[in-house]
């Protein structure tokens, strides 16, 4: 498995911008395709958006869709998830996570490696 280390979380106003990097190690960073889910108390986890292993496709929920972008370094290894015009609606713990699948995937149940998680708190 891939070990996953998410960072850059904070405490924002509503309309505020946040980049959440998430750094991977242990296997080819290549091989994944890599996704950003959140998860706010008393909620399930739920998809947030998806890259695939090259990082020309994307996908995102309709939620968030024009507002966050995820993307990918493959030389740094990482994956980010850009967070615009934030909403306190997006307040929740936000994962890292990787998945081995050949197709695009969006249900926690097709992603292996998971981040310990961090929490972005947005004020209205």
């Known amino acids: 498995q891939v070990q996953l280390v998410e960072s850059g979380g904070g405490l924002v106003q509503a309309g505020d911008s946040l980049r959440l990097s998430c750094a991977a190690s242990?296997?080819?960073?290549?091989?994944?395709?890599m996704g950003w889910f959140r998860q706010a108390p008393g909620k399930e986890r739920e998809f947030v958006a998806e890259?695939?292993?090259?990082?020309?496709?994307?996908y995102y929920a309709d939620s968030v869709k024009g507002r966050f972008t995820i993307s990918r370094d493959t030389a740094k290894t990482t994956v980010y998830l850009q967070m615009n015009s934030l909403k306190p609606d997006d307040t929740a713990v936000y994962y890292c996570?990787?998945?081995?699948?050949?197709?695009?995937?969006?249900?926690?149940?097709?992603?292996?490696?998971w981040g310990q998680g961090t929490q972005v708190t947005v004020s209205s």
């Open positions: 890259v695939s292993r090259s990082g020309r496709s994307t």
């Open positions: 996570a990787a998945s081995m699948a050949v197709v695009p995937v969006t249900h926690p149940s097709d992603f292996g490696s």
């Open positions: 242990g296997r080819t960073f290549s091989n994944y395709r």
